[in-house]
């Protein structure tokens, strides 16, 4: 799936430094603001301990982990939908993502320039979502001239549309973003058909020194209180480690992890959050050549997760046989699921869920 997440945060706050941990793909970072200029993807691993377990008990000639793209967009500033510091542009970029990931600078050093002098982010959080809400607005408004005359004329779609539009315009004139506007499913569907920035679900990304990672500082806390309100997760990381644990091996980062007190890497932690963000779940497909983890939206059914294989398989889509990946680990093999009777036969209605192991019978 090409469903991406874009990092964003003002500049010099460490974005393309988690972009390089996160993707070794190299991407230029400096220390002065607008390093970054035209948009850096990056395709990553989402990591997943149940593929090594499958692997271990199916032991197939290969492993396919599942991925997704993050987008490193060159950092916002005050006065960016208006076009302040190439604004424009980079909000441009924005909208072509699904989902937000706000890198929020958490630690302080006089050897990092902060692009207002001192690091607060109560201010950054606002300075960003601010511009991010007005950006909307603008978008909003251009949008209600074009459909209010559909809407007085008599359009029952577009005088529905128009409504929300004059809701969600209210809401956001109160500088609060779209995601914490409460909507009816029917309002949900209506309100993607404006793209508003403000309506992608965001993470915020604490980006901290070495010895607060694993247990916050007072700018963390100022971060959750917000992230918190807005019903929005949080990962706490420290950029320069994660950059230095990336260019590891295995080994040597899980030593490099156990001596600064971590059991994982906040990459891990933020690849998970990105892909829960935007709403995916992973099943897997397990046999003697391959081990491999598939991505599908949440809520899909048994012939769409069949068709991220092959389309020929969701067209000529049977039925599904479906076991868990727990049950697998339970009993010690797909064969002993089978024995159990565990294992299920589900039809074209099943929706698939997160960490089903499924094989489908298929019509050429």
């Given at each position: 799936m090409s469903l991406q997440?874009?990092?964003?945060?003002?500049?010099?706050?460490?974005?393309?430094?988690?972009?390089?941990?996160?993707?070794?793909?190299?991407?230029?970072?400096?220390?002065?603001?607008?390093?970054?200029?035209?948009?850096?993807?990056?395709?990553?691993?989402?990591?997943?301990?149940?593929?090594?377990?499958?692997?271990?008990?199916?032991?197939?000639?290969?492993?396919?982990?599942?991925?997704?793209?993050?987008?490193?967009?060159?950092?916002?500033?005050?006065?960016?939908?208006?076009?302040?510091?190439?604004?424009?542009?980079?909000?441009?970029?924005?909208?072509?993502?699904?989902?937000?990931?706000?890198?929020?600078?958490?630690?302080?050093?006089?050897?990092?320039?902060?692009?207002?002098?001192?690091?607060?982010?109560?201010?950054?959080?606002?300075?960003?979502?601010?511009?991010?809400?007005?950006?909307?607005?603008?978008?909003?408004?251009?949008?209600i001239q074009k459909i209010e005359k559909k809407a007085k004329s008599g359009d029952k779609v577009e005088k529905a549309r128009y409504d929300l539009a004059g809701k969600i315009r209210d809401h956001l004139s109160r500088e609060k973003p779209l995601r914490t506007m409460e909507l009816s499913e029917e309002e949900q569907m209506i309100a993607r058909t404006f793209s508003l920035i403000t309506g992608r679900?965001?993470?915020?990304?604490?980006?901290?020194?070495?010895?607060?990672?694993?247990?916050?500082?007072?700018?963390?806390?100022?971060?959750?209180?917000?992230?918190?309100?807005?019903?929005?997760?949080?990962?706490?990381?420290?950029?320069k480690t994660e950059e230095e644990i990336a260019a590891l091996s295995g080994a040597e980062a899980e030593e490099y992890l156990a001596s600064i007190g971590l059991n994982e890497s906040g990459l891990a932690r933020m690849i998970r959050a990105s892909y829960s963000l935007l709403n995916l779940i992973t099943f897997f497909t397990a046999g003697e050549e391959e081990v491999r983890a598939w991505t599908v939206a949440r809520g899909s059914t048994a012939p769409e997760a069949a068709g991220t294989i092959h389309s020929d398989i969701q067209r000529g889509f049977i039925r599904a046989e479906v076991m868990t990946c727990d049950d697998i680990f339970k009993l010690g093999s797909s064969q002993a699921v089978k024995d159990a009777g565990k294992m299920r036969l589900e039809g074209k209605d099943y929706i698939v869920q997160d960490g089903d192991v499924c094989y489908f019978r298929f019509n050429v």
């Amino acid at each position: 799936m090409s469903l991406q997440c874009g990092i964003v945060g003002l500049p010099n706050v460490g974005k393309s430094t988690i972009f390089n941990a996160i993707t070794k793909a190299g991407a230029q970072s400096a220390n002065y603001p607008f390093c970054t200029i035209e948009p850096n993807i990056g395709r990553v691993d989402v990591p997943d301990e149940r593929l090594g377990k499958l692997e271990a008990i199916v032991k197939p000639k290969r492993l396919v982990p599942t991925a997704m793209e993050f987008v490193d967009i060159a950092g916002l500033v005050a006065g960016a939908s208006k076009g302040e510091g190439l604004g424009n542009q980079f909000l441009s970029h924005i909208r072509e993502t699904q989902a937000i990931a706000h890198v929020v600078r958490c630690f302080a050093d006089d050897n990092i320039i902060h692009v207002h002098g001192k690091v607060n982010p109560l201010d950054d959080i606002r300075i960003i979502n601010l511009e991010l809400i007005l950006a909307d607005v603008d978008s909003l408004e251009k949008q209600i001239q074009k459909i209010e005359k559909k809407a007085k004329s008599g359009d029952k779609v577009e005088k529905a549309r128009y409504d929300l539009a004059g809701k969600i315009r209210d809401h956001l004139s109160r500088e609060k973003p779209l995601r914490t506007m409460e909507l009816s499913e029917e309002e949900q569907m209506i309100a993607r058909t404006f793209s508003l920035i403000t309506g992608r679900p965001m993470l915020y990304v604490m980006n901290m020194d070495e010895n607060s990672a694993s247990t916050g500082n007072e700018f963390t806390k100022m971060v959750e209180e917000i992230a918190a309100e807005e019903k929005a997760p949080t990962v706490r990381l420290c950029g320069k480690t994660e950059e230095e644990i990336a260019a590891l091996s295995g080994a040597e980062a899980e030593e490099y992890l156990a001596s600064i007190g971590l059991n994982e890497s906040g990459l891990a932690r933020m690849i998970r959050a990105s892909y829960s963000l935007l709403n995916l779940i992973t099943f897997f497909t397990a046999g003697e050549e391959e081990v491999r983890a598939w991505t599908v939206a949440r809520g899909s059914t048994a012939p769409e997760a069949a068709g991220t294989i092959h389309s020929d398989i969701q067209r000529g889509f049977i039925r599904a046989e479906v076991m868990t990946c727990d049950d697998i680990f339970k009993l010690g093999s797909s064969q002993a699921v089978k024995d159990a009777g565990k294992m299920r036969l589900e039809g074209k209605d099943y929706i698939v869920q997160d960490g089903d192991v499924c094989y489908f019978r298929f019509n050429v």
